[in-house]
């Protein structure tokens, strides 16, 4: 391969490069290139590691698809919250008591940051909240509007752990 000099910051490379020496033609088959190594060097240092967490990031590897069984159970569990919770709890937050709201630090020093926990609650109920269990005693503690099947409470205690991990995204149920 030969290398020709055209500048100091500046090396250009034969597209047609040979190991054996050039015939008389060869010059009117040469193509001038810039190649620019500390450029190229500083391009390589510069993106490689984001590139690569990058490509780590939306790896199958890292992050393996939902099965469809779990995409419907979460949009169900949404549906349930919708439909049951979202008056209290839009977003996560709580309108009746700030201090117990739905994301994780409050979760947690509630002692409320599992799922079965959460079922507990939402079954049976915890100071301000009614329960909403079918089974819910006493009266006093549980909701006097429609009561959720065991299936809704458990879709829905898995929903309110995922959103409270993720931080409380959007989500839609359509």
Known sequence: MRLHSSSASARC???????????????????????????LEFLIKRFAAPLTAVLLA?????????????????????????????????????????GATLFPSDLQRNGVDTEEEIYRVTYFGKG????????????????FGPRLQDEEIKLLSEFVKLQADLGWPNVSTD
């Open 128 to 143: 301000r909240m009614p329960g909403f269990g079918e089974k819910c005693t006493p009266r006093g503690q549980c909701t």
């Open 58 to 98: 939306v790896s199958p590897i890292c992050n393996p698809p939902e099965s469809l069984g779990q995409t419907l159970d979460i949009q169900r569990g949404a549906t349930v919250f919708n439909r049951a919770c979202i008056g209290c709890h839009d977003t996560g937050g709580n309108i009746i008591q700030p």
């Open 13 to 39: 490379c034969n597209l047609f490069c040979s190991s054996h020496k050039a015939n008389a033609r060869e010059s009117e088959w040469t193509f001038q290139v810039p190649v620019k190594h500390k450029d």
